[in-house]
């Protein structure tokens, strides 16, 4: 397994600055194609059933190539653009949780065996991932988790074998959706780190070429066996330019100065009850976040009672049980239920990990059935604060 | 569980007004029912075995709702004969496809569908089992799933709680990584104020969730209904949505019943 050396390749080019260099969309192929070849699960987007998504592919011809994905509070339309752009539409309802952090996993399964109780083996080969086309907010997403789930006394030995494996190209986005609002929570549109290779499509009449990047060793080399040229100059500029225009063109924001301090203030606010209102308790914005963690861990026993198992799934604080403790629930309305996601993701994260679990990826935004914008909830709070006093 | 002499515990099924698609389920979890057959006795299933052992019994499963005099009177006997009841399916937990008649003449459906309306005595309404008589656990589904009931007789002969979850379908829609049709194609899925526990079937064959295993724990249908209609649903259609399988249940029922007045 490879140790996840996060030394940058400028260090490991003894300092000379991150070299950048020029790919055709046939050498990202060659790229996607030597990542099979190490024997990867590549995970990159691709349409299916009317959406870009995030799932396994085997080769460049699966990527969306010319399609676009409308994102909006509780919409998302797939369309056509008038290019053949290979990343030109940002995240999916599926983030690098999915893989790192899967939905349901058996923990473990155990037998009765002569009145003693007796741990099964688990099988131990663990899929090796490689992420092409990871935004920058997943990557901050995903620093997230490993400061959840990895840097603690107790930590999570699942995660960090995947995560350990896991190769990521990232793109950094010339093209943000209508819900993202990542810069202003200072986690993209360019990806700062977390990357073994990092890619800026350049789609223009009469170009099309994405410039690299290596973030890690392991992405230099595996860049260095592509037989790149440098980017020129002048490409190097315009990428920056395309990343400059995109930070300046979010239309969404969310005003974090202040927030923690703000919400556990307005704990008792009657914005709650409006939202309250509004929301369905469904829980899909737990689960598409890319930083939500929470999960379940359930025993079943067979109708002989010979075999037990343990299940770990992934749960949300949208449900009555997951505030179940003796004798009850102790959040049982939809108020208390979504003061407490909110005021999790954006103050008590603070306290308890040191940055807010929220990295602007609007996929809570997009994927709400009702629409429910943790920008505009934000917003309402904040002014509720100016006017209630 | 075992039952007060040391003998196995026995189980009976029990059928009112409903499509037997239930006790097919029972009937189609065939391996585990063997594994079950040596656990328990059945000692009451019509549908399986011409056997009819005498009550009580240790677990009743009910399927079918109330429709008759006769089977209202019935359910009560039914009650002192079983130590836990358990409703299987919407017909016995809200009523059924056929409590849409509450909402009409029954005696006008009743001239208009026998040739000798005369032979036919039926109550107005199709009630669930709850409101007849007390019920100790509700499986949703229609039909139910035999991975539920499976694991809800293993609960009950562990003597643990079932892993029966009560929470939205878009749990499990998620987990199991499909793509919302809600919100991608602007479907009307119910599987926001639906409880789980059928594996978000629907949403991963392209369709809505049409609300199959009733209200979710506490479902905000009102809230629901008028996003259809703001998002440019007919009236009509939303109504047809809330009115199937579980129809009577209220939490359904108040999603369209104040905008009707
Ligand atoms: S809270 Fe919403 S916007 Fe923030 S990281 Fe989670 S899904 Fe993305
Ligand atoms: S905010 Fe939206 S996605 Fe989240 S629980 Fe409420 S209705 Fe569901
Ligand atoms: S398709 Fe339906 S059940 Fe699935 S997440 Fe969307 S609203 Fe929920
Ligand atoms: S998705 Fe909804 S309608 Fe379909 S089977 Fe499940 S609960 Fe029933």
Redesign the interface.
């Known amino acids: 397994m490879r140790k996840r050396a996060r030394e940058t390749a400028d260090q490991g080019q003894a300092g000379a600055a991150r070299r950048s260099l020029l790919l055709s969309p046939a050498a990202l192929g060659e790229l996607l194609a030597a990542l099979l070849r190490r024997g990867y699960t590549v995970i990159a987007p691709t349409v299916?059933?009317?959406?870009i998504?995030y799932e396994p592919v085997n080769g460049v011809e699966e990527l969306p190539a010319g399609y676009t994905m409308e994102l909006e509070a509780?919409?998302?339309?797939?369309k056509r653009r008038g290019d053949e752009a290979l990343f030109g539409y940002v995240v999916g309802?599926?983030s690098l949780k999915?893989y790192l952090h899967p939905?349901?996993r058996r923990v473990f399964a155990a037998e009765r065996d002569n009145g003693l109780f007796r741990i099964l083996p688990e099988q131990t080969e663990r899929p090796r991932f490689a992420f092409l086309g990871v935004r920058p907010c997943d990557l901050a997403a995903a620093a997230i988790q490993d400061r959840v789930f990895l840097k603690d006394r107790y930590q999570d030995g699942e995660y960090r074998a995947r995560r350990e494996a896991a190769f990521v190209v990232a793109v950094h986005c010339t093209e943000p959706a209508a819900t993202c609002f990542c810069a202003s929570m200072g986690t993209g549109p360019r990806a700062k780190d977390g990357f073994d290779i990092a890619l800026t499509e350049i789609v223009e009449p009469g170009r099309h070429l994405f410039v690299a990047e290596a973030g890690t060793a392991a992405g230099a080399e595996l860049l260095a066996e592509l037989n790149a040229s440098e980017a020129p100059e002048e490409l190097c500029r315009a990428a920056e330019e395309a990343l400059e225009r995109a930070a300046s063109s979010m239309k969404r924001r969310l005003d974090g100065d202040g927030l923690r301090e703000l919400l556990y203030e307005r704990f008792e606010d009657p914005h709650w009850d409006d939202v309250a209102?509004?929301?369905?308790?469904?829980?899909?914005c737990t689960?598409?976040c890319p930083t939500c963690f929470c999960v379940t861990v359930?025993?079943?026993?067979?109708?002989?009672?010979r075999r037990a198992e343990r299940w770990q799934?992934?749960d949300?604080c949208?449900?009555?049980?997951f505030s179940y403790i003796h004798g009850g629930s102790v959040r049982?309305s939809?108020k208390s239920r979504y003061r407490q996601w909110l005021t999790h993701k954006l103050a008590a994260w603070v306290d308890q990990f040191g940055t807010p679990g929220c990295v602007g990826c609007g996929r809570c935004i997009?994927?709400c059935?009702?629409g429910i914008d943790i920008t505009q909830e934000v917003a309402a709070l904040r002014e509720a604060a100016r006017t209630r006093a | 569980m075992s039952s007060d002499n040391g003998r196995k515990p026995r189980i009976a099924v029990f059928k009112f007004a409903s499509c037997d698609g239930c006790q097919l389920s029972l009937l189609d979890a065939e391996d585990?029912l063997l594994?079950?057959a040596?656990?328990v006795e059945i000692a009451y299933f019509p549908e399986a075995s011409r056997r009819m052992l005498k009550g009580p019994y240790d677990i009743g499963l009910v399927e079918g709702s109330i429709t008759t005099h006769h089977d209202a009177q019935r359910i009560q006997q039914i009650r002192r004969q079983c130590r836990t009841l358990v409703t299987i399916g919407a017909c016995a937990t809200a009523g059924g496809i056929q409590a849409l008649r509450n909402w009409r003449d029954t005696g006008e459906f009743v001239r208009y569908v026998y040739a000798r309306p005369d032979y036919i005595q039926t109550l107005n309404h199709s009630t669930p089992i709850a409101e007849h008589v007390p019920v100790d656990f509700e499986l949703r589904g229609c039909p139910i799933n035999k991975y539920q009931l499976?694991?809800l007789?293993?609960?009950t002969?562990?003597g643990?709680k079932p892993?029966i979850?009560?929470?939205?379908v878009?749990?499990e829609c998620?987990?199991?990584?499909?793509?919302?049709v809600?919100?991608?194609?602007?479907a009307m899925?119910l599987?926001?104020?639906t409880q789980a526990g059928c594996g978000a079937i629907c949403p991963a064959y392209?369709r809505g969730c049409y609300g199959c295993y009733g209200p979710m724990?506490?479902?905000?249908s009102k809230?629901?209904a008028a996003?259809f209609l703001e998002t440019g649903k007919e009236r009509e259609q939303v109504v047809r949505a809330f009115r199937t399988y579980n129809a009577w249940a209220w939490q359904f029922r108040e999603a369209t019943e104040e905008r009707e007045g």
């Open positions: 299916r059933d009317g959406a998504c509780g919409s998302c339309r797939l309802a599926k999915n939905p349901e209102r509004r929301c369905l308790c469904c829980a899909n689960m598409v359930e025993d079943t026993s067979d109708v002989t009672g799934r992934w949300s949208f449900t009555q049980n049982l939809p997009s994927w059935p009702v | 585990e594994a079950v040596g656990a499976i694991e007789l293993s609960a002969l562990a643990r892993n979850p009560t929470y939205s878009c749990i998620k987990r199991r990584g499909t793509v919302c809600a919100v991608a194609q602007g899925c599987g926001p104020v392209g724990e506490n479902p905000n809230r629901l996003h």
